[in-house]
């Protein structure tokens, strides 16, 4: 009988071994492939690889935060995180008032900060649940920990979707006005931004009467933020 416990105890020991194991090199992993894209450009992103896999078209081109125009850098933050020079990756006041607001709201808004939505765009899937939010939660603070805040936001400018197959504000401005992303003017910059919530269902080059109102609210919050000058006191 001791024989039988002491060969279960080995038999358990050596899962938890193994799985230890497993454990430090999905660590080690992440650690290294977030590590690599602070410098090398993103050649792709787990929402463009789904993309591609299903035989859809995939419009993407990378490109520095030095051949973007600081007006797509401030609207995305007016748009979608203005909070977002001041967080760790998680915007714990924003969390509060959606809970607060989504109480009474028949589409609850998320609160998710520019720094998960690269996590989640960059490495997951799009189908929420509690294990990819918690996994998300994990990749968001493995970047604001080996990234710099320019990073994050060059990131997000490239792999963010703005129309259905067209990644990065490099492709959309391009694809929708002809024009590189060095001379987006702040409406066409806040016109890409208020589609990302649904790029799939909204247009950027036939904005509906939503999208130029949310364009407006959008230069509006860019004004209020400081403007251009805003990312310079960041230095971005």
Partial sequence: MAKKK?????FWGRIRQRLMLVVGGVFILTVLVTLLFRWVPVPTSAFMLRQRLSGRAVDYRW???????????LAVIASEDQNFFAHWGIDLKAVTNAIE????????????TISQQVAKNLFLW????????GIEVYFTLLMELLWPKERILTVYLNIAEMGRGVFGVEAASQRFYGLPATRLNRRRAATLAAVLPSPRRMSAARPSDYVVRRTWQIMVQMDRLGGTRFLERHGV
């Avoid at 490109?63 to 850098?73: C, G, H, K, L």
């Avoid at 607001?101 to 998710?112: I, M």
């Avoid at 799009?126 to 939010?133: D, E, G, N, Q, T």
């Fill in 6 to 10: 002491t060969k279960q105890r080995s």
């Fill in 63 to 73: 490109v520095p935060m030095d051949r973007i125009s600081p007006n797509a850098a």
């Fill in 101 to 112: 607001e989504n109480r009474t709201r028949k589409h609850p808004r998320g609160a998710s």
């Fill in 126 to 133: 799009p189908r929420a649940s509690y294990v990819r939010k």
